[in-house]
């Protein structure tokens, strides 16, 4: 349980009081000092509250009064006395007053005041400025305790009372600050008097060096705004503050003699912040910012009349929801703590109706016994008493102290018996209630049972739905494993193509360098060998012409033979001698043909291969082209390795095997040429 907040002292009534009379200030009655009072006359004891100004709990609060002191001018008030000639300033309010009072000086207008109208004492000013300040915490500390109480959760840093304390708090220590010279000009900051805490309290050093951690903060401000901040989570600001107070002599380095923490103000707020310590506060501040923030007193919050009751229904509703909800779930606790007590007891009460249902069996068995001497007791007392009848008197006396003890053991044994019988019912009775016990025991276990049975489902839900997850996982895994040995197998297939990309690239660079190294030698060749190829050509065009003259004149030369021998029948005699001189003179036009052939092969600047001369060795073959008889060659085409006629191989040209030119046939010729002229070079 949290503890209470301490009961305001007399400098510290609660906001909640009006004025005596109907809650009216009058300023013709103004709050006066003592005959002999001085200008520290501010610092006296607060009088005590009257108690006709005290307002019932259930009032709404009543607003605070703005008060304007006009000074020592008396412009301000035409009904007011003339002020005291001796006195040069106007002590405000005590803190005893019943309503808190925000006095703010102004000037005097200039009207016929007293000898010192124009003129202010600044401890007078000082003094409405910490009084000012000391109803506003009053205010907010308060109204904090009363929200937090009512709202019965953890605040955190959106709540608006707990900014608008944060910002009081800040201006408390900031009055009477002073100033530093730095070489950006002046600097006032409450960041210094807070660091001071470190060294007085050690507790406080953890504060000051999560605060010096916190990475977003900038400025000393925003430290001194996240060390408050870390304080009240801490539950120690009041500890801190008391402690940081009463080093006077320590705040007189940071602070001006009629600063707020240097009066006995700020001793009242100190302890006013022990009622802090009841509520529970949580911040995040690494998203917070902390170093801009402005801070501006929302006067708003503490303005309220009889109608601001109406509009605190809805955090009612809410607070009602959330003691519903604690009350269910501290039931759910209590009735599982029940259940598992009661089947505690379930099973004792099993372990020991066993045990009776036992005992209870060996009753039987005794009363059955019991019974039965009974019986055979009264058989024998029947005996006796006949035999005492008939027989003789001393019989009697024997038989009848007999018969006495006999009376006497049944008393016992009947005695015996109704104990038995009245423990019977008992255990009957305790037997009724344990079943009554049972009955809704089972009854309990039957409901938790169904409970269980929803929670089982439930459970078979999540593990179904876990299965599913894990399958879809596995799957996932699976696609994933696919793709990684996928992606490896296309990254070992781009490797592959990569070198073999390099490997072309340098096949490439070197057909390049080769085919540049063709074209110069070509070029060259050119330069050196042009006018020999043309005269070699020039040449061999004469000669093929006087070749296919030749071949002209030899078919002209058969066909007129031919004529003759059908003109001439009767000179059948002298066919084969003309056959004969026939085959001479061709064979003479070979053998020209064949030395302008071998004298042209001289003329030629490269030498004939050996498959060439395998070639030419061998037999006269028919031309692939013309196909005559006539044109018996062994010019070899060095493109297409074909064997042709002068007519149809009188073509050279350079091939890519060989820089000179070769002789190639007129389809090879023309392929050549296409080609060269296609070719960029």
Same mark, same amino acid.
């Given at each position: 349980?949290?503890?209470?907040?301490?009961?305001?002292?007399?400098?510290?009534?609660?906001?909640?009081?009006?004025?005596?009379?109907?809650?009216?200030?009058?300023?013709?009655?103004?709050?006066?000092?003592?005959?002999?009072?001085?200008?520290?006359?501010?610092?006296?004891?607060?009088?005590?509250?009257?108690?006709?100004?005290?307002?019932?709990?259930?009032?709404?609060?009543?607003?605070?009064?703005?008060?304007?002191?006009?000074?020592?001018?008396?412009?301000?008030?035409?009904?007011?006395?003339?002020?005291?000639?001796?006195?040069?300033?106007?002590?405000?309010?005590?803190?005893?007053? $019943?309503?808190?009072?925000?006095?703010?000086?102004?000037?005097?207008?200039?009207?016929?005041?007293?000898?010192?109208?124009?003129?202010?004492?600044?401890?007078?000013?000082?003094?409405?400025?910490?009084?000012?300040? #000391?109803?506003?915490?009053?205010?907010?500390?308060?109204?904090?305790?009363?929200?937090?109480?009512?709202?019965?959760?953890?605040?955190?840093?959106?709540?608006?009372?707990?900014?608008?304390?944060?910002?009081?708090?800040?201006?408390?220590?900031?009055?009477?600050?002073?100033?530093?010279?730095?070489?950006?000009?002046?600097?006032?900051?409450?960041?210094?008097?807070?660091?001071?805490?470190?060294?007085?309290?050690?507790?406080?050093?953890?504060?000051?060096?999560?605060?010096?951690?916190?990475?977003?903060?900038?400025?000393?401000?925003?430290?001194?705004?996240?060390?408050?901040?870390?304080?009240?989570?801490?539950?120690?600001?009041?500890?801190?503050?008391?402690?940081?107070?009463?080093?006077?002599?320590?705040?007189?380095?940071?602070?001006?003699?009629?600063?707020?923490?240097?009066?006995?103000?700020?001793?009242?707020?100190?302890?006013?912040?022990?009622?802090?310590?009841?509520?529970?506060?949580?911040?995040? #501040?690494?998203?917070?910012?902390?170093?801009?923030?402005?801070?501006?007193?929302?006067?708003?919050?503490?303005?309220?009349?009889?109608?601001?009751?109406?509009?605190?229904?809805?955090?009612?509703?809410?607070?009602?929801?959330?003691?519903?909800?604690?009350?269910?779930?501290?039931?759910?606790?209590?009735?599982?703590?029940?259940?598992?007590?009661?089947?505690?007891?379930?099973?004792?009460?099993?372990?020991?109706?066993?045990?009776?249902?036992?005992?209870?069996?060996?009753?039987?068995?005794?009363?059955?016994?019991?019974?039965?001497?009974?019986?055979?007791?009264?058989?024998?007392?029947?005996?006796?008493?006949?035999?005492?009848?008939?027989?003789?008197?001393?019989?009697?006396?024997?038989?009848?102290?007999?018969?006495?003890?006999?009376?006497?053991?049944?008393?016992?044994?009947?005695?015996?018996?109704?104990?038995?019988?009245?423990?019977?019912?008992?255990?009957?009775? #305790?037997?009724?209630?344990?079943?009554?016990?049972?009955?809704?025991?089972?009854?309990?276990?039957?409901?938790?049972?169904?409970?269980?049975?929803?929670?089982?489902?439930?459970?078979?839900?999540?593990?179904?739905?876990?299965?599913?997850?894990?399958?879809?996982?596995?799957?996932?895994?699976?696609?994933?494993?696919?793709?990684?040995?996928?992606?490896?197998?296309?990254?070992?297939?781009?490797?592959?193509?990569?070198?073999?990309?390099?490997?072309?690239?340098?096949?490439?660079?070197?057909?390049?360098?080769?085919?540049?190294?063709?074209?110069?030698?070509?070029?060259?060749?050119?330069?050196?060998?042009?006018?020999?190829?043309?005269?070699?050509?020039?040449?061999?065009?004469?000669?093929?012409?006087?070749?296919?003259?030749?071949?002209?004149?030899?078919?002209?030369?058969?066909?007129?033979?031919?004529?003759?021998?059908?003109?001439? $029948?009767?000179?059948?005699?002298?066919?084969?001698?003309?056959?004969?001189?026939?085959?001479?003179?061709?064979?003479?036009?070979?053998?020209?043909?064949?030395?302008?052939?071998?004298?042209?092969?001289?003329?030629?600047?490269?030498?004939?291969?050996?498959?060439?001369?395998?070639?030419?060795?061998?037999?006269?073959?028919?031309?692939?082209?013309?196909?005559?008889?006539?044109?018996?060659?062994?010019?070899?085409?060095?493109?297409?390795?074909?064997?042709?006629?002068?007519?149809?191989?009188?073509?050279?040209?350079?091939?890519?095997?060989?820089?000179?030119?070769?002789?190639?046939?007129?389809?090879?010729?023309?392929?050549?040429?296409?080609?060269?002229?296609?070719?960029?070079?």
């Amino acid at each position: 349980m949290a503890e209470t907040p301490p009961p305001p002292t007399a400098g510290a009534e609660s906001c909640s009081e009006e004025p005596a009379r109907g809650g009216e200030w009058r300023p013709e009655e103004p709050r006066r000092a003592p005959a002999g009072g001085t200008d520290r006359e501010s610092e006296a004891g607060p009088p005590p509250a009257s108690p006709a100004g005290q307002l019932e709990p259930d009032s709404p609060v009543a607003a605070p009064f703005f008060l304007l002191y006009s000074g020592d001018g008396g412009a301000g008030f035409g009904a007011r006395p003339p002020p005291q000639q001796q006195r040069s300033w106007r002590t405000p309010p005590s803190p005893g007053s $019943p309503l808190p009072f925000l006095l703010l000086s102004y000037p005097s207008g200039g009207g016929g005041g007293g000898s010192g109208s124009g003129k202010h004492h600044p401890n007078y000013l000082m003094a409405n400025e910490r009084m000012n300040l #000391m109803n506003m915490a009053k205010l907010s500390i308060k109204g904090l305790i009363e929200s937090a109480l009512n709202l019965g959760r953890t605040l955190d840093s959106d709540y608006a009372p707990l900014q608008q304390f944060f910002v009081v708090m800040e201006h408390c220590l900031k009055h009477g600050l002073k100033a530093k010279k730095t070489f950006l000009g002046q600097n006032k900051s409450f960041w210094g008097p807070l660091e001071l805490v470190e060294k007085l309290v050690p507790e406080a050093a953890e504060i000051t060096a999560s605060v010096k951690d916190l990475p977003g903060l900038k400025t000393p401000v925003g430290r001194g705004r996240a060390w408050l901040r870390l304080a009240l989570m801490q539950k120690k600001l009041s500890e801190y503050m008391k402690a940081l107070i009463n080093k006077k002599e320590l705040l007189s380095e940071f602070y001006e003699p009629n600063a707020l923490m240097m009066e006995e103000e700020g001793a009242i707020i100190a302890g006013l912040l022990v009622g802090l310590n009841v509520i529970d506060a949580n911040f995040c #501040m690494k998203g917070e910012d902390l170093d801009s923030q402005v801070g501006v007193i929302d006067f708003s919050m503490y303005l309220k009349d009889g109608n601001s009751s109406k509009g605190s229904e809805g955090d009612g509703q809410i607070t009602a929801i959330l003691d519903q909800k604690n009350y269910v779930e501290e039931l759910n606790r209590h009735l599982n703590a029940t259940v598992n007590n009661l089947q505690a007891k379930v099973d004792a009460l099993e372990k020991s109706n066993t045990k009776l249902t036992e005992e209870l069996a060996v009753a039987n068995n005794r009363i059955i016994t019991l019974q039965e001497e009974m019986e055979r007791v009264k058989e024998e007392s029947s005996y006796i008493l006949e035999s005492n009848r008939k027989g003789p008197k001393q019989d009697r006396t024997a038989e009848g102290q007999a018969l006495s003890e006999a009376r006497k053991h049944l008393k016992e044994e009947t005695q015996l018996r109704l104990d038995v019988e009245k423990e019977l019912e008992m255990q009957i009775s #305790m037997r009724q209630e344990m079943e009554l016990a049972m009955k809704m025991l089972e009854k309990d276990v039957c409901e938790k049972q169904d409970a269980l049975v929803s929670l089982r489902q439930q459970l078979d839900d999540l593990r179904a739905l876990k299965h599913e997850l894990a399958f879809k996982l596995q799957s996932s895994d699976l696609g994933v494993k696919q793709k990684s040995e996928l992606n490896s197998r296309l990254e070992e297939k781009t490797n592959q193509m990569a070198a073999t990309i390099k490997q072309l690239e340098q096949r490439l660079r070197q057909a390049e360098r080769s085919r540049q190294s063709a074209e110069l030698d070509n070029r060259l060749f050119k330069q050196d060998f042009g006018d020999k190829i043309n005269s070699l050509q020039l040449e061999v065009e004469e000669l093929t012409r006087q070749r296919n003259q030749l071949e002209l004149e030899l078919k002209q030369e058969k066909e007129r033979r031919l004529q003759n021998d059908r003109s001439i $029948p009767g000179k059948g005699s002298q066919k084969p001698e003309s056959k004969m001189d026939g085959k001479h003179k061709m064979q003479e036009e070979n053998v020209k043909l064949k030395k302008s052939l071998e004298e042209s092969h001289r003329l030629q600047p490269h030498p004939v291969d050996e498959q060439d001369q395998l070639l030419l060795s061998e037999k006269p073959q028919v031309c692939q082209l013309c196909q005559e008889d006539g044109s018996l060659t062994k010019n070899v085409c060095k493109n297409c390795r074909g064997t042709f006629c002068d007519a149809c191989s009188t073509n050279k040209l350079p091939l890519p095997s060989s820089i000179k030119p070769e002789r190639v046939c007129s389809p090879c010729h023309k392929h050549l040429i296409k080609q060269y002229s296609t070719s960029p070079s």
